[in-house]
């Protein structure tokens, strides 16, 4: 069903469909109006989710793993300082293996202080634990929550799963999208699979003990594993992609090739930059210039393997970073691109890092048609020019 | 309510095998708390002392479904859990009645938790939050530091607002007098022993000392405050090594005459008007070996013969005193109410285990403070090659000579104790009862040419060719307990010197270097002492103001008050809190037999009085018959031992006001 939908909106309605056991959730701009939502469709009735309005995010991630290892599907959403004042229990999250969904906006760090959108906020948390999905538009803010819910839980994995949508680009931007029904939706996610958890431990009297102390002799076995569960992920997604394709035609994987196929230069692109970017991969190829696009959908597990292929016949690559590593080599996605590209066939592309769209500042086309008039340039003389550019500040 | 009986029947939920210490009370009262609640239960733990000991992978003591997430949210977590229970049982998944409980120590509730624990019970999660509470402490120096004032040593609760104390110059590393400018009880706090070679000191974690940065050969090095937490052995902290030349003392004694004193020979002596060398190596020989009987007009020596001591201190005695003195096999004695009231008028203390070092010995001339050091020798010391070794039974003469060698060029060592048999040889005698012994060793500094290879010698150690400083390196960091701590705040330089070694002053906590040190006017960790000059947060009356049905407090020595508010507190459909004061044998420190004496004597005392409040309405759930002193709890634990010293007495009726003002105001509140 065709609707059209902001991507709060988006977040807020799959969270219906999806009706967790429990969400616990504080309101933090832009995702306020999740919560907003969300608790009306609570005193509506329309749920039957019990939603703990917590006092800060760190209880919502607190409530949320006290619920999820309780054995509820647990949810939550957020952004920016609301995430980074969670840290402490993302990890937890993580280590405990609990397959809690949340819905991030993606959201500048102060400071100074900003209410727009960068990635800074999810890139510091990829070492959580924690599975990341970002979106380029509504509908995909809208498809990847409800996968999110199969991933989490898949026995496989039993990690919690971020999905995230551009701070007001997307999570304020009216957009049409087809929507699917309640009953497809609670077709598609089913009851949670069985795990262990301190309720049904209760109903079968053999209590269990959760979040021991572990020392020496046995932390770095659960690190491994959890790190497993992140590996297993890596078949799980696309099996999960598969089938939400095979139901509503949908189709994604861990990226997204456009127009890659034949590419001399290409940028890596998250988000919804993603979308402006195609456009002007739309625009150079009727100049009859040959670039293309890679949109990266899963940041974490990270699909090294998949991505040097998919990468490996571009001559000249732009890694598109919307977080500063503040004096790192790079924005954080561009090293691991490296490291995807390397050494695969013996080809040595160049790669180039450049960092943009910082505190939500604006990205037109002619900034990206800048990198890819860069990007070909090096294409052809087989030079890297730099490692990092800024584009879009005055400096 | 059960019996007692009753209760030892039912099935155990918190399981020996715990690694928590013997008679440590957290452990008692989860297991009490747990076989209050005769229903399925589901618990969880907010990080500590009881998380990590009865959880450790892959072992649990807990027989009950158990979660633990982090050390500020144990609310929030139970939260969850509830959220998750009350949403599975409409759905019909879940047909058990489930009793949901929290346990917390007062970190996790009192100070970081406080947020998650309001914003739970304001939500009203139906849960009993049980802060197993033993009293937590920040923040200063311990009050057995001693501090270098212009009028001598002086122990830190001697200091007053005004006072000239000295200071680091830290421009010209000098040293400097400046004044003090006001002193702060900053309460009990766990307190850490810093060591070096030769100093030692006691402060809380937060404290600044001041520390060599070397910044590489051929850069200049430069002094940086570093808070306890931060120093690391190997650091170099500033210490003191001499002070000013200093003057001879003078003293102002009247001699007697036979009006006033009714004998009838005086035994004529001539007594000095001020300190000589001389002098202070007879009284170092006194403070070893003499004792002085005021009342007979006595003084006496234990000097064997064929001890060196016994013919210098003749010597001395006819060139400094003259008059009669009369000798056998071990002792002399001489008998003069003069003498015998003038060295009882120099403040060296009286009995073996009380002798000291008066404060006006520090600020003597360098030559007169190492002869009284000689004479020290001469009568309880040993000596191997350059090594001394100084014997006392009296713990205060070690500290305070300790002190003094560091500032007369002295390397100094620890005090080490010994307990010693009667009839062992000590000090060239032997003892004639069992008796415990100190010692304290310690040798002259070597002659460095730093002349010679000053630039070398400067690189090794910063402040070689100080007259007054000199740096050295921290050996150990440790742990040592509760203690009361002060600390003072001096003007210009604001530093001081403590135990030989330079400290920031005050106001340094109250800046960003702290972040926990908003230790002055107000008290804001969970500490239950009232009656300190800072009140403790009152958590149960926060809990009241937040209209949950039942709040309470309790103790593990009176178990059935501890489980029958238990037992009222799960019935209630909302959020509940009980506060137990929960003793820690090693934090407070007391024997372990004594866990649930020392709670009920906390009861008896008023400091922790046990009340419930149900709805809001305080009723008093144990009158003590008679209303002991606060005195009855504080002695019975060793970090109170400093309360005890007459110095302190009116710090006690401070608390002993606020203890009874605390009790009229809940007795009121009860309605009497």
């Not at chain 2, 009990?188 to 590489?216: C, M, W």
């Not at chain 2, 002492?529 to 949950?548: C, E, L, R, T």
């Amino acid at each position: 069903m065709k609707v059209a939908k902001t991507g709060n909106e988006a977040f807020a309605e799959a969270m219906r469909q999806i009706n967790p056991d429990v969400v616990a959730a504080y309101p933090i701009t832009p995702a306020t109006e999740i919560v907003q939502l969300f608790s009306q469709f609570v005193a509506d009735g329309l749920v039957k989710t019990e939603f703990v309005a917590v006092e800060s995010e760190h209880s919502a991630m607190s409530a949320c793993i006290g619920a999820s290892a309780a054995g509820a599907r647990a949810m939550t959403g957020t952004s920016s300082q609301g995430l980074a004042l969670m840290w402490e229990m993302l990890y937890i999250a993580g280590g405990l293996r609990l397959p809690i969904v949340m819905a991030v906006v993606n959201r500048t760090l102060s400071s100074p202080i900003n209410i727009h959108c960068d990635h800074s906020d999810t890139f510091g948390a990829r070492d959580s634990g924690w599975i990341q999905i970002y979106s380029e538009n509504v509908q995909e803010t809208y498809d990847n929550l409800i996968q999110a819910v199969r991933i989490a839980e898949h026995p496989d994995v039993k990690l919690p799963v971020m999905v995230t949508t551009d701070g007001f680009i997307l999570s304020h931007c009216l957009e049409t999208l087809d929507i699917l029904s309640d009953e497809e939706v609670q077709g598609f996610i089913g009851e949670s699979p069985e795990r262990p958890n301190l309720i049904k431990s209760l109903q079968e009297n053999k209590p269990i003990t959760i979040g021991a102390l572990d020392l020496q002799d046995y932390y770095f076995e659960h690190k491994r594993q959890s790190a497993e569960g992140m590996f297993n992920a890596i078949k799980v997604i696309p099996e999960i992609s598969k089938e939400f394709a095979e139901r509503f035609g949908r189709e994604y994987s861990f990226f997204e090739e456009y127009k890659l196929e034949d590419a001399d230069a290409a940028v890596v692109v998250m988000g919804s930059t993603a979308g402006t970017a195609k456009e002007v991969v739309d625009k150079l190829r009727e100049e009859g210039r040959k670039v293309g696009l890679l949109k990266l959908r899963v940041y974490r597990p990270f699909p090294a393997e998949m991505l040097g292929k998919a990468l490996s016949g571009v001559r000249s690559i732009g890694v598109m970073d919307r977080a500063d590593g503040m004096s790192a080599v790079s924005g954080p996605l561009y090293p691991e691109i490296c490291g995807a590209l390397y050494d695969v066939n013996g080809k040595k592309p160049v790669i180039q890092d450049y960092i943009y769209g910082l505190g939500g500042r604006d990205v037109p086309m002619e900034d990206i048609r800048f990198v890819f008039e860069e990007l070909l340039r090096t294409a052809e003389t087989g030079k890297k020019e730099y490692t990092l550019k800024y584009i879009g500040v005055r400096e | 309510m059960p019996t007692l009986k009753q209760l030892a029947k039912r099935e155990e939920k918190f399981l020996s095998g715990h690694r928590l210490c013997a008679g440590c009370g957290a452990g008692i009262v989860a297991r009490m708390v747990m076989l209050a609640i005769d229903k399925p239960v589901i618990v969880g733990n907010a990080t500590g002392c009881l998380e990590v000991a009865s959880t450790i992978f892959p072992y649990s003591a807990w027989k009950v479904p158990w979660i633990h997430s982090a050390f500020e949210n144990a609310a929030a977590t139970v939260s969850g859990v509830e959220a998750a229970y009350k949403s599975l049982k409409k759905q019909g998944k879940i047909d058990k009645d489930v009793v949901l409980v929290a346990f917390g120590g007062d970190g996790g509730t009192y100070d970081i938790g406080l947020q998650s624990l309001s914003g739970a019970a304001e939500r009203g999660h139906r849960m009993l939050y049980v802060c197993y509470n033993n009293q937590a402490y920040m923040n200063c120096l311990s009050t057995d530091s001693y501090i270098m004032t212009k009028g001598g040593l002086k122990k830190i609760t001697e200091i007053k607002q005004g006072e000239q104390v000295y200071a680091f110059d830290q421009k010209n590393y000098q040293l400097v007098l400046k004044k003090c400018t006001g002193v702060f009880d900053n309460g009990i706090k766990p307190v850490y022993e810093l060591k070096t070679l030769h100093h030692s000191i006691k402060a809380t974690d937060n404290h600044p000392f001041l520390i060599l940065q070397r910044n590489g050969r051929g850069r200049k090095n430069s002094f940086v405050w570093r808070t306890l937490a931060e120093i690391k052995p190997g650091d170099e902290v500033i210490v003191l090594k001499n002070i000013n030349p200093g003057r001879s003392a003078e003293f102002s004694f009247t001699k007697v005459t036979t009006k006033d004193y009714k004998v009838n020979r005086l035994n004529d002596v001539d007594i000095p008007v001020s300190s000589s060398p001389d002098l202070m190596r007879y009284l170092g020989l006194y403070v070893g070996n003499g004792w002085v009987r005021s009342e007979k007009g006595e003084v006496g020596f234990a000097l064997p013969e064929n001890t060196e001591g016994r013919e210098v201190l003749i010597d001395l005695h006819n060139k400094i005193f003259g008059g009669n003195l009369r000798t056998d096999k071990v002792y002399i004695y001489i008998n003069s109410v003069d003498l015998a009231r003038f060295i009882d008028s120099l403040d060296f203390g009286k009995g073996a285990k009380n002798k000291t070092i008066p404060r006006w010995l520090f600020t003597l001339p360098l030559e007169e403070r190492e002869s009284f050091i000689d004479g020290l020798m001469l009568s309880d010391g040993y000596k191997t090659g350059n090594s001394c070794r100084y014997v006392s039974a009296s713990s205060e003469l070690l500290s305070r000579l300790r002190a003094l060698l560091q500032i007369t060029n002295y390397r100094v060592g620890n005090i080490h104790w010994q307990s010693k048999e009667k009839a062992t040889k000590c000090a060239d005698r032997e003892l004639l009862q069992d008796a415990k012994y100190g010692y304290v060793s310690f040798s002259k500094r070597g002659k460095w040419n730093t002349e010679k290879y000053l630039g070398q010698y400067r690189y090794k150690n910063f402040l070689i060719g100080n007259k007054y400083f000199d740096v050295e390196k921290v050996k150990s960091i440790k742990l040592v307990g509760d203690e009361p701590t002060l600390d003072l705040r001096v003007e210009g330089e604001h530093n001081f010197i403590a135990d030989g070694i330079v400290v920031h002053n005050t106001g340094i906590q109250r800046s960003s270097a702290t972040p926990k040190a908003a230790h002055t006017t107000t008290s804001p960790l969970g500490k239950v002492i009232p009656g300190k000059v800072q009140f403790p947060k009152d958590v149960a009356s926060i809990m009241v103001a937040h209209n949950i049905p039942y709040v309470a407090t309790s103790i593990p020595g009176r178990w059935n008050d501890l489980v029958s508010k238990v037992e009222k507190a799960i019935s209630f459909d909302g959020f509940t809190f009980i506060d137990v004061l929960t003793p820690c044998r090693l934090g407070w420190p007391y024997e372990p037999e004594l866990t649930m004496e020392i709670s009920r004597v906390a009861a008896d005392t008023c400091i922790w009085p046990l009340y419930e409040v149900i709805e809001g309405k305080y009723k008093l759930t144990y009158r003590p018959k008679e209303k002991k002193p606060v005195l009855e709890w504080f002695k019975m634990q060793r970090r109170f031992a400093h309360l005890l010293r007459p110095e302190n007495q009116e710090l006690l009726e401070t608390i002993q006001r606020e203890v009874d003002r605390k009790w009229e105001v809940l007795l009121t509140k009860c309605g009497r």
